[in-house]
């Protein structure tokens, strides 16, 4: 218990923590202080293609184990299957009507990559390893969400705008292409491609990620500065119900499968994620009625940061404690 | 110099319904049009910024069409059917053009 | 397709000033504007770009609004209120929207 | 609010062709013009976006001018002798300025 | 002597200086040569990021001394009070009204962060140690001048738009709220939190520089190129003397409240940098009609390069015949 | 011969080779990802300083030998010669009109940059060594062929909007002034100006080189998307068969002013390489009438993957042949 208080104070102290606390602060005081939309875009290309590769090389490593269909397979099955315990949680905890409600569990099932680094950087700090193919499950874990969504949005005879179009954008959108694709390349270069590009995509990967988290916390302060009135109580309970018991839902499945200490961490991470970049985007183009303030606060605002400082080592400390007790 | 009557179309819409907006006047006929980047607003939704957002989710960008005034109707039905549903504002000035046959 | 009058007006604008401008509309009842960004011009003052500038005070932006007739005065007013003094630009165009429930 | 006739004049440009239509334009005494950036587009030439590019060749920008009318056909005749050869939109709409002596 | 003109020497080939150079050649020869606004501004959150950071984590590392305090109200009064030298000076060498002068003396009150950075590796260069709460006193020197500049104008019964918005703004602009932020992270994480993300902001930082001053050599350079006509020769050379008064007054300050030669000689650049972010902005809206091609002709273009390449080292000079004296 | 497949194999399975290839295939199946137009423009400006400077430092470390100016001068010729052979293939080869022929030929005696560097990281991966001075010739070859393009229009009596403005916009070009510029840097400061700056513009450049071939993958994979309809087999064959005649080329001139082994290739990889960036400027500026989807897909969608994946090991095995023959 001890070790888990010391993990959690070590994780909110760490640089990455405090710049979002930073980017936070700066919104909500309202300084003029702005990352430009471009330079934010630069920095989550360089995160994705640099956490792809990454797992890529760990792949071609440690070679491929049994679990990684069985782990794609599961990370689908959570994709769409959380956003039914999301949409049950704020029918119970909010007032939200259907499609508000039915947005916001799309987003709960899809992930948030930026959570998931985290999550690998707290294992690294306590030595745990864990499977380098977690990122591609991450890859799949975006998109059925959003299916799911619509899914409870049709079931109530309203209109959405699925199409075909809409299908291949959510598929084929940019962080699931480039995260793929930078996990191939890592795979077919393996470690000989990483020597070439480490200096790049390993040594300087926490700095940027502050700069990306100060920035996070910028739109993150930002947003909850203008949608204050929106949040009620009941919705803020959900940003953080949902994540834990996101979580607990990872943890059995990646118990069931048979991960790693590591790689049920990460499982769990994701699931108890929420999307905030993806989900919107196709969102705003299939359920237009529905109130991007809600969404994007609870996701980005609440759910963000509490996985992000006190998320992370609970996730880690049940894991520890129920695979250590196994 | 010889100026021409025409329509100036300018239609704000949310960015992730740019490319379903110039299919549609593609397939309505219009070829012509310069997309325009929005860098924040305020309407019945709230205030917005695109500063540091990553996601298209957040934004809108402009799309300009001039054409004849006779293809205007054509043009507002396929803006309408993308546009009905979701945020955007459509505005119709009208203006002259050199070079009339480009239209 | 059936169209309102309205006014577009269209405020070249310092960009230290745009917090100021976009204040003074909603106090006189203007919700809804968009801000575009603008990457040069010339002007009594000079020639000036944007490009490799860190700060904001070389710049400026504009904010288009689209309004009814009949508040158009109120807008003008508390824009004028702001430019002033500064550098800045004021063109008002007649127009036609769709969906006039929304301005 | 006292307002004035104006014309606004947007040309849309190839950006190689930018310095050389605002030249023209100071030679034509057209001294006020703000630039703004164009992210897209498309015409008989097919579509573009800026996006990735790193040279100027395949991207535009519009060259926006306000002036007295009287003053429209020096600006059109210089910009047609830069425009002509080249893609490029120009269109005029009637405005009303505030602050007449600036322009 | 002969150290001085080596180092000055030396400290003119440096890829940093010549960058800068190279960015006024292609800026005057009308080269289409551009950083965009994007890039410039990241490069500028990346530096102001990894100078608040190492400041705080050599706080962290040497403990606070007693100066501390002393050299944080050193460096508001030295922000006050210097607009009003500069203003005399002005009023001496040039004809400028007084609008326009005080607008450009609350340039000089203020800093240029990428002035002090020039002079941080000059000294270490010179294996210098210098305090690394330096970074703080920048930070608060950056406001006062604006209030100063006010006065002036105030005082001859001119009207400014001074106002408590604009009072929040020029206290929490971006480059203020960046460095201080980034101070108290490096504070709080300290050496710990260094080595995460030192590959990242130790290891390129003189690289990154270069690519900065390109950029400000182009910026300077157009400006340069367009306000060629309002810079008379009283102005110009306000824009070299100025810089060496400010620095005398900074060195009696240091030398007062008895810093290191290090943190004497960094007390000089700021005193004698000209500001060339925050102010120009603050002054467009609190003074108008003040000519914004003076003061950024005046500070980017006059006194910012020749600080750069032999301010530092005359000052580090005097400093260091001063301290060796006494 | 076997070196020779080995190493096309290996050229092929390098993380920057897969990195282009990840870009056109996203472009193809119309993924919305994109790297902004800032950062694709900062990113460039980061590889022509990096590659501008090193070759100054090693032109400042090996000194100067004899066949500098031999070289500059075969660059100049080169550049200029070049697009008569690429005008008479291509009216072999292609039913273009004399106004798209001159402006394609254009783009084939001028250069690119990115097909350098992959050249020497070849070399480099082989152990070859190469003149510094080649980024020299590289920077002396971008601009002769425009001029040659639009005599070989003016010739056939057309109008060209040829004027000394649009000649100081080609010789002061931003990439040009970039890469001599930073040559020189390199050669005034020399190693110990590169140990300052080293983990910034060597350590890294790997990496970012992989992100703009991302970058280039996905605008050459839009223009290929949208332009098949123009490009007709005569016009595909050119793309090959004219990198390959010009590489003959440009191994005669190497040989022919004695350049090492290293330098010829490299002299090899810029006589094939065509430009994508500065030429199509001054195109659209000179000859509106020539259509921009030729000659763009052309350089950049046909010859530059060509010269990438197979071209630079063919030009090196024949290099290799014939020195190792004489
Ligand atoms: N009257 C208006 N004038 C100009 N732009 C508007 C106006 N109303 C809305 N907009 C733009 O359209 C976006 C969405 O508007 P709304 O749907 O009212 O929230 C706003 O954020 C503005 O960018
Ligand atoms: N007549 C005009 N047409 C369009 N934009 C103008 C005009 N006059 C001024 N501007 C813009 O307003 C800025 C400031 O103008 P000024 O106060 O005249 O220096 C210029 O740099 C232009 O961006
Ligand atoms: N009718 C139009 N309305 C608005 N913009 C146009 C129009 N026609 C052409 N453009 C713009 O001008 C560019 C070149 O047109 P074009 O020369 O027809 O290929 C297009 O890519 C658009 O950005
Ligand atoms: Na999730
Ligand atoms: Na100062
Ligand atoms: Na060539």
Redesign the pocket.
Known sequence: MDGILALAADNLISPIILSFALGVFAALARSDLTVPEAAAKALSIYLLFAIGFKGGVSVADHGIDGTLALSLIAGLILSGALPLLAFFLLKILTKLDTTNAAAVAGHYGSISIVTFVAGTSVLQNAGISSEGYMVAVAAVMEAPAILSALWLVSRGAKNTDMDSALLREILLNGSIVLLVGAFFIGLITGAEGLARIESFIVAPFQGVLCLFLLDMGLVAGRGLRRSRSVLKLGALAFGIIMPLCGAMVGLGAGLAIGLSLGGVVLLMVLSASASYIAVPAAMRVALPEADPAIYLTLSLGVTFPFNLTIGIPIYLAIATAVIGAS | METHQAKRVEI?I?APMERRLTDALQNAGVQGYTITP?V?????????SREGQVGRAGG?VQVICIIRPERLDALLDAAFSVVDRH???VCITDCQVLRAERF
């Open positions: 704000t949310e929005v924040g607003g305020s309407g019945r939704s709230g205030v917005w809108m945020m955007g504002v």
